[in-house]
């Protein structure tokens, strides 16, 4: 009987703080402390969006790992969370049913009765009314914090929380090990020199046939990004930026953070060569602040990678070089994906996809469908024998999208 007992205490000092339930939002006040994500030490968010349909409502304060562990579990995250410092930081997670387009969390506030708000910005127009599971969690300084807190992660019951946050926390620490910094020590073979935009712009740079973003910020740094992601199915997406936000369409930063805590862009090392920059090999983003929209650089040139690539019949297209088609691709009701032009005025119930000597996705899955899919072009594509092993989807102009 003893282990059980052990095994229950042991389970129930896991659990994230629920707090006390309050019937109704207390009217805020003004702010008496803030912090922000772009500030060092400040607000971090450690995600925000879309969890498991099997998440559980309500709203949770974790103060050491484990709790945050059980938390993380709770709202239906996947994997495991990021490591966060205890002895600094008090993390604050909800779940519940909201929309697929979240706001950008840019900073905290904490007003004289000790009611904690989120500073928000949009990243959206416009958006699709799809209700799913969202969930929230971000950990917050200790420093602006008081001893009771009181936080709505949403306007009603039973996400309206009082929680008492004990002065001291001996059982702290860190929940993981934090990633590390850029490396010195990382041989630097580089791919390339490029020319380096004026101070506090960003802009595309070619090396070769690919291209990269470049961005110079104002206080010197300079990140390479990568203009493409892999998607799931084996195609690319492309890597626009919106200067309307100063954010790229994947809603990061100008360093490649993500600003809901998901995975970062693929960044490169590089090495400042006067009014040039060197690009190195791909290392990880180091753990940081995000970068505010005041101080994000702005655009210079095109928003959309690989517009000015040439654009080229389809049975023209050259071995290993990326080049733009007006042609779609195709999945068809088996077999590989492919490229072809679909013909005008195609039925498409009756359509069952381009023609077996059509160029395949290299990547592509290799299948039966019940029905015909068409992502149309033009795409940019590069040749390696008689498939594509580079197939980049929506390098349009926003206008057209």
């Known amino acids: 009987m003893r282990p059980f007992l052990i095994l229950l205490l042991s389970a129930g000092c896991a659990a994230p703080i629920a707090g006390t339930e309050l019937g109704e939002v207390p009217q805020p006040g003004?702010?008496?402390?803030?912090?922000?994500?772009?500030?060092?030490?400040?607000?971090?968010?450690?995600?925000?969006?879309?969890?498991?349909?099997?998440?559980?409502?309500?709203?949770?304060?974790?103060?050491?790992?484990?709790?945050?562990?059980?938390?993380?579990?709770?709202?239906?995250?996947?994997?495991?969370?990021?490591?966060?410092?205890?002895?600094?930081?008090?993390?604050?997670?909800?779940?519940?049913?909201?929309?697929?387009?979240q706001s950008e969390i840019t900073g905290v506030n904490i007003d004289a009765e000790g009611q904690l708000s989120l500073a928000r910005e949009p990243l959206h127009g416009a958006c699709?009314?799809?209700?799913?599971?969202?969930?929230?969690?971000?950990?917050?300084?200790?420093?602006?914090?008081?001893?009771?807190?009181?936080?709505?992660?949403?306007?009603?019951?039973?996400?309206?929380?009082?929680?008492?946050?004990?002065?001291?926390?001996?059982?702290?620490?860190?929940?993981?090990?934090?990633?590390?910094?850029?490396?010195?020590?990382?041989?630097?073979?580089?791919?390339?020199?490029?020319?380096?935009?004026?101070a506090g712009t960003i802009s595309l740079r070619a090396l070769g046939d690919r291209a990269f973003w470049v961005a110079h910020h104002r206080d010197g740094a300079i990140a390479v990004l990568a203009t493409e992601r892999e998607r799931s199915d084996g195609t690319l997406a492309p890597v626009v930026w919106t200067e309307a936000y100063h954010r790229f369409e994947t809603e990061h930063d100008s360093l490649?953070?993500?600003?809901?805590?998901?995975?970062?862009?693929?960044?490169?090392?590089?090495?400042?060569?006067?009014?040039?920059?060197?690009?190195?090999?791909?290392?990880?983003?180091?753990?940081?602040?995000?970068?505010?929209?005041?101080?994000?650089?702005?655009?210079?040139?095109?928003?959309?990678?690989?517009?000015?690539?040439?654009?080229?019949?389809?049975?023209?297209?050259?071995?290993g070089e990326i080049v733009r088609v007006d042609a779609s691709l195709v999945f068809g009701r088996e077999g590989p994906p492919r490229v072809c032009v679909v013909p005008e005025g195609t039925h498409l119930p009756s359509y069952r996809g381009c023609s077996a000597e059509s160029y395949a996705l290299a990547r592509g899955a290799s299948e039966t469908r019940n029905s015909v899919g068409i992502r149309h072009g033009p795409l940019v594509v590069r040749r390696s024998g008689d498939a594509l092993d580079f197939v980049l989807v929506g390098a349009t102009p926003r206008s057209q999208l």
């Open 256 to 319: 490649g953070r993500s600003v809901h805590g998901l995975d970062p862009l693929i960044r490169h090392l590089v090495r400042r060569v006067g009014e040039r920059v060197a690009i190195g090999p791909i290392h990880p983003v180091p753990e940081g602040p995000i970068t505010s929209r005041s101080t994000a650089p702005e655009l210079e040139g095109s928003a959309v990678p690989y517009l000015d690539h040439p654009l080229v019949p389809l049975d023209g297209i050259p071995e």
């Open 30 to 101: 003004a702010a008496v402390a803030r912090a922000t994500t772009s500030e060092p030490g400040g607000v971090r968010v450690l995600l925000h969006g879309q969890v498991s349909r099997h998440a559980r409502e309500g709203a949770w304060l974790a103060t050491r790992p484990r709790e945050l562990r059980r938390l993380w579990s709770q709202i239906g995250a996947s994997g495991s969370p990021p490591a966060v410092d205890f002895d600094r930081f008090v993390v604050f997670g909800a779940a519940y049913m909201g929309g697929v387009c």
């Open 128 to 198: 699709i009314a799809l209700a799913t599971w969202v969930g929230q969690v971000f950990a917050v300084p200790r420093r602006i914090l008081p001893e009771e807190i009181v936080w709505a992660a949403r306007h009603r019951p039973p996400w309206i929380r009082r929680f008492r946050l004990a002065s001291g926390n001996e059982e702290a620490g860190v929940s993981s090990e934090a990633p590390s910094s850029f490396p010195n020590d990382v041989p630097f073979n580089a791919l390339g020199e490029v020319s380096l935009p004026p």
